[in-house]
């Protein structure tokens, strides 16, 4: 093997004969040249330990560089652009929501009557509303013609991408088997197809996709034949979504309640932690451990700022506190108990936020408290980078609509559109009694209300 001549000795030998005739000077030229050759033939015979393995040198930098870091978002161009939330779907700007009516429609040769629901939504730019179902001459009362209906107190679906739509519902045409499916539409073609059905006798729901994969929640019940008690085991399935295989079944961990899936990391709480952890619910990594009892309520991701919001409640929602979990895991307070927050909602600019305020509305047949608003119909404002400002009134009902009740409905602000899907109070009477109750209740019909927080215009989004 040749040996190669270093260069610096090369170069020294060509500095010290710069006096002489032009003869040795090209003779010396010579030899440089039959150096550079042999230190050339050198590499291509032997190899370069670091450089083996890498395109020939074209004259570009060929050195490794490192993977792609993955691009940063755009600034938000809207109040909501970047916000993930517990409480509403929204893409592509616009906002997605289910309507649901008590109708009586003619259901295979002879009528139906329930609580028809269908998916909707609102274009928050130009505030106009429509139906998901993509067929203008559908009805949107025909189980059986249009997919995108249901009958249910509530229908589950998830929006991915532009055109692609998973939503859980029956198959009404087969009247031998109105099991529960999730289904898959392509809003492009109106192609709906059921692309998975459930392990036991339960309601399947699709919860969101990340990296290429749909998670969908199920559950199993099983019955203990000698002590006749029953349990369910809840599970977490992915399934593609580009091929519609089912790539896994994970049984989930006791007292789990997964609040979002993102770039390969799942997020989850129990009633004494939220934790972080793998996919397979591996490596976890404790974010936030609660005192005493509580849990989480309501919650927010900003993407763009990479942080977790979410809402502790205790006691009977009357000591609610605001955290937040930044992109390092460190963990802050922004509203305390003491401002009794029962609900709140996340923008880029604002916090909105109700507190408790109970307002009885009169007696309740099981709860010795009674019929309670616990937020006095009233919504607050603070700018999310001074939140222990004072509060700003933005909306005040006076005890005439039921906008949040927590646990049963909230509502969502986007700019300068309040939306909220309002509880009713209605009669209850007693069993085996004259009694009557006045209670809050979302079983009847269940229109959008939009009001313009500018202008005081509002408009009732009902299912025709």
Not at 257 to 262: L, N, S, V
Not at 344 to 358: A, C, E, H, R, W
Not at 387 to 405: K, N, Q
């Amino acid at each position: 093997m040749k040996r190669l001549i270093p260069l610096m000795l090369v170069l020294a030998l060509l500095a010290s004969l710069l006096s002489c005739h032009s003869d040795a000077r090209a003779e010396i030229e010579n030899e440089l040249d039959s150096a550079r050759a042999e230190n050339e033939a050198k590499v291509s015979d032997a190899g370069n330990p670091e450089t083996d393995g890498l395109p020939a040198h074209t004259g570009e930098n060929t050195d490794p560089t490192p993977e792609a870091a993955e691009p940063a978002l755009a600034p938000p161009k809207t109040d909501w652009d970047h916000i993930r939330s517990s409480s509403y779907d929204v893409f592509d700007n616009k906002f997605y929501y289910n309507l649901k009516a008590q109708k009586t429609i003619p259901f295979q040769g002879g009528h139906k009557t329930g609580a028809l629901v269908v998916h909707a939504y609102t274009d928050l730019v130009t505030l106009a509303s429509g139906y998901l179902c993509p067929d203008p001459l559908c009805s949107h009362d025909d189980l059986i013609q249009c997919p995108y209906t249901a009958w249910s107190s509530s229908a589950p679906f998830c929006i991915v991408g532009k055109n692609t739509v998973y939503m859980t519902r029956s198959d009404w045409s087969d009247p031998s088997n109105s099991a529960f499916r999730v289904y898959k539409a392509d809003l492009t073609n109106n192609a709906v197809r059921a692309v998975y059905s459930p392990m036991g006798g339960g309601m399947p729901a699709p919860g969101e996709a990340d990296e290429g994969i749909l998670y969908i929640f199920d559950s199993v019940q099983y019955t203990d034949p000698n002590s006749r008690t029953t349990e369910w085991t809840d599970y977490m399935i992915g399934l593609s979504v580009e091929t519609d295989e089912v790539l896994f079944t994970r049984e989930m961990p006791d007292d789990c309640h997964i609040h979002m899936i993102r770039n390969g990391k799942i997020l989850y709480s129990t009633t004494k932690e939220l934790i972080r952890c793998d996919p397979d619910f591996k490596n976890p990594e404790v974010l936030f451990a609660f005192k005493g009892t509580g849990g989480v309520a309501d919650w927010y991701y900003d993407e763009y700022r990479d942080e977790f919001w979410f809402l502790i409640v205790k006691r009977g929602y009357q000591s609610g506190s605001v955290w937040r979990i930044l992109g390092n895991g460190s963990a802050e307070e922004v509203l305390p108990p003491a401002k009794q927050v029962i609900y709140f909602q996340l923008t880029n600019s604002k916090i909105y936020f109700s507190v408790y305020d109970p307002l009885k509305l009169g007696e309740h047949p099981t709860d010795p408290g009674g019929t309670v608003d616990t937020s006095g119909g009233k919504i607050y404002a603070v700018d999310r980078d001074d939140p222990l400002a004072e509060p700003r009134l933005v909306y005040d009902t006076h005890g005439e609509t039921f906008l949040c009740i927590p646990g049963v409905n909230v509502y969502a602000v986007f700019g300068d559109q309040l939306f909220f899907q309002p509880a009713l109070l209605t009669d209850y009477r007693e069993p085996d009694s004259e009694k009557i109750y006045k209670v809050l209740s979302i079983a009847g019909d269940l229109p959008m209300h939009r009001v313009d927080l500018t202008t005081g215009e509002e408009e009732i989004i009902r299912l025709d």
